[in-house]
């Protein structure tokens, strides 16, 4: 069965600093997509990066890295120089082909609070 | 260009009664989904609409329902709420899956905050 694991219900990161949000995955479907989502306290989710399952080189916008390490089944999300606004939920996610249709799944979410 | 959304942004319910939450997507996309956001169990999804067809269904009980108009838009339908329906609820839209099958990322709406008394 597909599913999304975040281990860290809580992450705290002074500003300015990077921190790496983790997150594993598990599905036998070789095609597949990973997606990093934020959700601040107003609940509207923000996508961020996404990886796909052939990608070869790593993903990367602005600040976001995804570090996808296909062998070990980890899709971490990188954060560079942290930001006060950076605080918030941050979301793991995974879209999957099965049986014809596509299924979502999503880990349970870090909540990740940066310190001036 | 305007996002995902949804109406109502707050709604409080008694047990038994019905709901209908609303979703207008993005213009241009035709594929709406929705998902469950209860506290501490992170999102799950519920349904997703392509093109004004059920596509998948997560595992909810029969009286968690929706639609999808020929504008795209969607309504989520909760009958007969439990206590345990208490949650954000969410909308997302992206584009149909072309014929490459590439993955479209989900845009979502800020959602609508249910609590059933």
């Known amino acids: 069965a597909q599913k999304i694991t975040q281990t860290q219900p809580g992450m705290f990161v002074q500003e300015k600093e990077a921190v790496t949000l983790d997150c594993t995955y598990d599905?036998?479907?070789?095609?597949?997509?990973l997606f990093w989502y934020k959700q601040p306290s107003s609940g509207e989710m923000i996508f961020l990066i996404y990886?796909?399952?052939?990608?070869?080189q790593n993903a990367t916008e602005g600040r976001y890295s995804l570090n996808f390490q296909k062998a070990r089944k980890s899709a971490n999300l990188v954060i560079s120089a942290s930001q006060l606004g950076d605080s918030a939920m941050y979301f793991c996610?995974?879209?999957?082909?099965?049986?014809?249709?596509?299924?979502?799944?999503f880990g349970k979410g870090t909540k990740l609070t940066v310190n001036p | 260009e305007a996002g995902v959304t949804q109406s109502p942004t707050h709604l409080i319910k008694t047990r038994g009664q019905q709901v209908t939450l609303r979703c207008s997507p993005i213009s241009g996309h035709t594929s709406v989904y929705w998902y469950q956001q209860a506290l501490g169990l992170g999102l799950q999804f519920l349904l997703w609409?392509?093109?004004?067809?059920?596509?998948n269904r997560g595992n909810f009980p029969p009286r968690f329902s929706g639609r999808q108009f020929p504008n795209y838009s969607s309504e989520l339908n909760v009958n007969a709420l439990e206590l345990e329906d208490s949650a954000l609820y969410l909308c997302a839209s992206s584009y149909h899956r072309d014929a490459t099958g590439g993955w479209e990322k989900l845009f979502f709406g800020s959602g609508t905050q249910l609590s059933v008394l």
């Open positions: 609409y392509d093109e004004g067809e059920e596509r």
């Open positions: 599905t036998s479907d070789p095609s597949y997509g």
């Open positions: 996610a995974m879209r999957v082909l099965q049986g014809g249709s596509e299924k979502l799944v």
């Open positions: 990886q796909g399952s052939y990608d070869q």
